[in-house]
């Protein structure tokens, strides 16, 4: 029954975690990671991988300690993310069962830094290299929906981050003539330069 437990739970994260990645605003992103975590870490706990599970708990209160400091419109410090850290570790060291268990030990962290990451584009790449680790640890914990979820979205990420590259580069040049038609009329050339490489850097850094 706990095994069953565990592939349902998986693949409902599967699912929220499938959705989180394709929005482009911070806010809406953590809420769906909060959620797939959620069923993301009872999978771990109905399969007896306590420090996988815990660890997911321990990063659920870091994503909403994230969501309240981004509704309030305040900068997450960088203390927060070595306290996080050091409690992934702790949990490591209580629950550590053998050698597979320093992949989540290890991923948390790197998901973590994910989170604290200045753009979403930063936050893709942080969250791309642990999945390919956790799939290594679910086929071996036996979370088989979670395994599929980590290599699917694996695929996603790297969609999403290509899909930013070609909108950039399909667009850019509207971009240009846009700015310069609605915004910089006034300006000379060298000053149209120099705000339009501004705004595609402020473009890039949403993403």
Not at 173 to 200: A, P, R
Request: aromatic fraction near 18%.
């Amino acid at each position: 029954m706990s095994f069953i437990l565990s592939q349902v739970m998986g693949g409902i994260a599967l699912i929220v975690y499938l959705i989180s990645y394709f929005f482009k605003e911070r806010k809406n992103f953590l809420i769906f990671q909060f959620v797939g975590d959620l069923f993301y870490a009872l999978s771990y706990i109905f399969d007896g991988s306590l420090v996988a599970g815990i660890n997911t708990f321990i990063s659920m209160t870091c994503v909403l300690v994230l969501f309240i400091l981004t509704e309030k419109k305040k900068e997450a410090k960088i203390w927060l993310f070595f306290i996080f850290a050091s409690l992934y570790l702790v949990n490591g060291v209580i629950f550590f069962v053998d050698f597979y268990d320093l992949i989540p030990i290890i991923t948390s962290i790197l998901f973590t830094m994910g989170y604290f990451a200045k753009t979403m584009r930063l936050t893709k790449i942080f969250m791309l290299i642990p999945n390919i680790f956790f799939l290594v640890y679910d086929i071996a914990r036996g979370v088989y929906t979670s395994a599929l979820l980590d290599a699917i979205e694996c695929v996603v990420i790297f969609s999403a981050i290509l899909e930013h590259k070609i909108y950039l580069k399909l667009h850019k040049g509207s971009h240009e003539w846009e700015i310069i038609k609605s915004q910089l009329v006034d300006l000379d050339e060298k000053s149209k330069i120099w705000h339009y490489k501004n705004y595609l850097k402020r473009e890039k850094n949403n993403f």
